[in-house]
């Protein structure tokens, strides 16, 4: 029970700390969710009834890749920019996350920027 107690005590003052962060948050939520994902997935589809792709499996994998080369790379273009868009989120939370805990307010646009930092430093093989 006393797990539960601290458990509880913690995420409230951790809660009560990031209210400078709600807006952040929400703001960087919404153009994922609202802005980004759906112009991707518009795109995706865009890609697929343009070439006249009715889905997309394993099966049809080797047909992809002999007749629509570049719709394939198209999607798995669309597919690492989803990866990209996953990893900048995780890294703005996770940044988040760091400087509540440190108690320094940070705006916006210095949170975006440390993000994009984060991101160069991105490889794709080591």
């Known amino acids: 029970m006393q797990y539960f107690k601290t458990l509880f005590t913690s995420t409230f ?13 929400l703001l960087m939520h919404g153009f ?19 070439n006249q792709i009715q889905f997309l499996a394993l099966s049809n ?14 999607l798995v273009g669309i597919a690492l920019l989803i990866l990209l868009l996953a990893f900048f989120e995780f890294t703005f939370l996770l940044l988040s996350v760091y400087f509540i805990q440190i108690k320094r307010p940070l705006a916006l646009q210095a949170l975006l920027k440390m993000t994009f930092a984060q991101l160069r430093h991105l490889r794709i093989v080591r």
Request: hydrophobic content about 55%; charged content about 5%; proline content about 7%.
């Open 32 to 50: 994922l969710l609202l802005i980004c994902l759906p112009l991707l997935s518009k795109a995706s589809y865009f890609i697929l009834v343009h």
């Open 61 to 74: 994998l080797p047909a992809l890749i002999h007749q629509h080369p570049i719709a394939l790379l198209a």
């Open 13 to 25: 003052t951790f809660l009560k700390q990031s209210q400078a962060y709600f807006r952040s948050v």
